[in-house]
């Protein structure tokens, strides 16, 4: 999806967030204030507002309307609101982020890790650190809180409808230690409870399986429209013809049988957790 078309690093330093920092900083010359003074406005150090400015930070959306307001800038600076918000995403999937976030039915079947709406902050943080080639620090964190704001859709009005299959070898293994493998299967037990949400667990016993070319999502607009979303090492792809779609459909439908009911994947979560 965000490779088709060739769309825009916005990765931090450059792209737009060099745009939005540069335009900000000509909105305070020209309003006569110093960044100490904009920060006083704003609740924020002059540090800070030099890292926006700079394009070493992601402001986030009250900062951006906030700067607007006290520079005047007549909705120039809330205009470009949303393409800084993606700059918290990698590159690969800014798109499928923005149609997640709009979806009314979401259906996600997850081979090498817990999914990134149902993952705990310390998973979310092990998995990133994890990354290769490294990432810095400052992205880290970036992700991290980009990751945690998508969760929200847990908790959306009006109420999604969720569901995950999830490979039962990736709740065997116990990325980012003991203590936080453990509480991520503690989560995936609190979010189960939600009545939107239903996860399956896809046993490693199974004889048949219909998921061996990996790991994709399944999307349903408020317009009705039907998309999937797929990716593998950073190449992404959205599709939105019928027939792709359905094909996937029909996967993720045969997936569902084979997998264990929610009340059985339940029940294996907890068995995992009595047994380490």
Not at 102 to 109: D, F, G, K, N, P
Not at 155 to 173: I, M, N, T, W, Y
Not at 255 to 274: D, F, K, V, Y
Request: proline share 5%; charged share 30%.
């Amino acid at each position: 999806m965000d490779d088709e078309g060739q769309q825009p690093e916005y990765e931090v330093g450059t792209g737009m967030l060099c745009v939005f920092g540069r335009q900000l900083k000509l909105f305070r010359d020209r309003a006569g204030m110093d960044r100490a003074k904009l920060g006083s406005l704003t609740g924020y150090s002059a540090s800070t507002i030099a890292s926006f400015e700079q394009g070493r930070r992601i402001p986030p959306p009250k900062f951006i309307d906030q700067a607007d307001e006290v520079l005047d800038g007549g909705g120039v600076l809330s205009a470009g609101k949303e393409e800084v918000a993606r700059a918290q995403y990698p590159a690969f999937f800014r798109d499928a982020a923005r149609l997640e976030a709009e979806a009314v039915v979401l259906h996600v079947y997850a081979t090498q890790a817990v999914p990134g709406l149902l993952q705990s902050e310390e998973y979310a943080r092990a998995v990133f650190a994890m990354w290769r080639p490294q990432l810095d620090e400052v992205v880290i964190e970036q992700r991290l809180a980009a990751r945690l704001a998508r969760q929200g859709i847990l908790d959306r009005r009006p109420v999604p409808h969720l569901s995950f299959v999830v490979e039962e070898a990736v709740l065997l293994r116990p990325l980012g230690g003991a203590v936080v493998w453990r509480g991520q299967l503690e989560r995936l037990l609190l979010i189960e409870e939600k009545r939107n949400v239903e996860i399956q667990v896809m046993p490693l016993s199974r004889q048949e399986h219909a998921g061996l070319a990996g790991p994709f999502t399944l999307m349903e607009m408020k317009d009705g429209r039907r998309i999937t979303y797929a990716e593998v090492q950073g190449d992404s792809r959205v599709h939105t013809e019928r027939e792709r779609v359905r094909e996937l459909e029909r996967t993720y439908g045969t997936l569902r049988a084979q997998a264990h009911t929610p009340a059985e994947s339940r029940a294996l979560i907890e068995r995992l957790l009595g047994e380490r």
